[in-house]
């Protein structure tokens, strides 16, 4: 099946920093998601964002299909930033399984 | 209210007994599915439903069993729980397309002691 490797597995912030998430994946895909996880355990959905680039206020994700990695940027970071950020996809051909990575830990201190 | 509805969202129960958790979703999609949490192991597919007479197993059924009421409703069974299923679980909905983007559910914490 694909793999989906993500890094750094935990980061630690200070307020106000940026930061960077990379996923990377082992296959074509046609379907990539970043999530993230919040304190409480609800999936908050990010990104769809199979390939170009998206921005969302202090978020943006690029991926880039043709060399299998997304990168998920924070600018600017608060408090509630905290949590585990998930990166998901769907192998190209498949139609039905979203295929997980690991995720990574983000902590933001004030 | 959640587009996405999961009951109960945390349950305690002990080995062997049956249990039941519900999804239903009020977003219009036919494809519905039930994944499992766990810490450092990511989520992972349990079963899918394309369709109420459309369902398949996923990647960890083992121990599992579904049930497809209505196009909105999706529930997952456990028919005599272990520890071992002790677990976040969630369900997710998605338009029937293979690039369809999944959402999510509250999840439903799982204790089985």
């Known amino acids: 099946g694909i793999q989906v490797e993500q890094s750094p597995p935990d980061l630690i912030l200070q307020e106000g920093a940026n930061s960077t998430l990379r996923c990377n994946f082992s296959?074509?895909?046609?379907?990539l998601q970043w999530f993230h996880q919040n304190p409480w355990g609800q999936l908050i959905n990010l990104f769809y964002?199979?390939?170009g680039t998206k921005q969302n206020g202090r978020l943006s994700a690029t991926t880039v299909a043709t060399e299998r990695y997304s990168l998920l940027y924070i600018s600017s970071s608060q408090t509630t930033d905290s949590g585990v950020y998930f990166c998901a996809v769907r192998k190209g051909g498949s139609n039905y399984k979203l295929t997980f990575g690991k995720g990574t830990l983000l902590t933001v201190n004030p | 209210d959640a587009d996405v509805t999961q009951t109960p969202r945390n349950r305690i129960t002990k080995t062997g007994k049956r249990i039941m958790l519900e999804c239903s979703q009020t977003k219009g999609h036919d494809r519905m599915y039930w994944y499992r949490q766990d810490p450092g192991l990511g989520l992972r597919l349990i079963y899918y439903s394309f369709d109420v007479k459309d369902i398949n197993k996923g990647e960890i059924s083992d121990g599992y069993s579904v049930s497809r009421q209505a196009q909105a409703k999706f529930s997952l069974s456990l028919e005599s729980a272990i520890p071992n299923q002790t677990a976040l679980y969630f369900c997710a909905t998605s338009v029937p397309s293979s690039t369809g983007e999944l959402f999510f559910g509250e999840g439903s914490r799982l204790t089985v002691l």
């Open positions: 296959d074509s895909v046609n379907n």
């Open positions: 964002i199979p390939s």
